[in-house]
């Protein structure tokens, strides 16, 4: 596609529920990142992948959250026994090499209650 | 911990005014710098971003920023703004070739009256 997609754009589920949040990244994009976004507060970014590398969890607030990226391509954001506090945008992002340019998906909105 | 810092959190301007968002890192070393938009409904897209050369850059809607290594700053003007203007800017920095890791600022929501 013409950018990155994300899918749900909303979601609202109930505490102790898992979710899958998916990223459709740029084609030909070999670098995706997952950030999440709480209302007043930057970008705080959850994992990295590129390529068939390893990808970077430094940042996954906790082990329910977890991420995969099938065939190079649309990842997987999972998040389990949701918790109130999991409540933000959830951004992916995706780009030709570690230090280019990023591109944004429109996010996904996830409220727990 | 690396760190940035957008000092102004909500800034209210009329028409033709000039812009200038403050935008403050800690990391001492070699950085990237990004500045990001989001227009209101929209996704983040890139304003502009230096990464060597001259320190005055230049981006899209006539916004330019200055990095000042001294001072650590890479701050956002614009010499005249407009109504579309109005959205949430972000500064972002990453650690030059080392670390691909952007910081990002907690954002400053412009709104511009018409």
């Known amino acids: 596609g013409a950018g990155v997609s994300q899918s749900p754009s909303n979601k609202v589920t109930e505490k102790g529920k898992d979710v899958e949040l998916r990223c459709d990244p740029i084609s030909g994009h070999t670098a995706l990142y997952w950030y999440r976004q709480s209302l007043g507060q930057g970008l705080e970014f959850l994992i990295y992948?590129?390529?068939?590398?390893?990808?970077?969890k430094s940042g996954l607030p906790s082990d329910r959250f977890s991420a995969e990226r099938t065939g190079g391509s649309v990842s997987t954001l999972t998040i389990q026994r949701t918790q109130q506090e999991d409540s933000a945008v959830y951004l992916c992002?995706?780009?030709?090499?570690?230090?280019?340019?990023?591109?944004f998906g429109q996010g996904t909105r996830l409220t727990v209650v | 911990a690396q760190s940035v810092s957008q000092h102004n959190h909500h800034v209210i301007l009329s028409e033709a005014a000039s812009l200038e968002l403050g935008c403050n890192y800690s990391y001492g070393g070699t950085v990237n710098l990004f500045w990001y938009v989001q227009y209101p409904g929209q996704h983040l897209q890139l304003l502009l971003k230096?990464?060597?050369?001259d320190p005055l850059v230049k981006g899209i809607k006539g916004f330019e920023a200055e990095f000042i290594k001294s001072k650590f700053s890479f701050n956002l003007r614009k010499p005249s703004v407009q109504w579309s203007d109005t959205a949430e800017y972000f500064c972002?920095?990453?650690?030059?070739?080392?670390?691909?890791?952007?910081?990002w600022g907690a954002g400053t929501k412009l709104i511009i009256k018409p």
């Open positions: 230096y990464f060597s050369g």
């Open positions: 992948f590129q390529g068939n590398s390893a990808p970077d």
């Open positions: 972002a920095v990453n650690e030059g070739k080392s670390n691909y890791q952007l910081i």
């Open positions: 992002a995706s780009s030709l090499a570690r230090t280019d340019e990023a591109f």
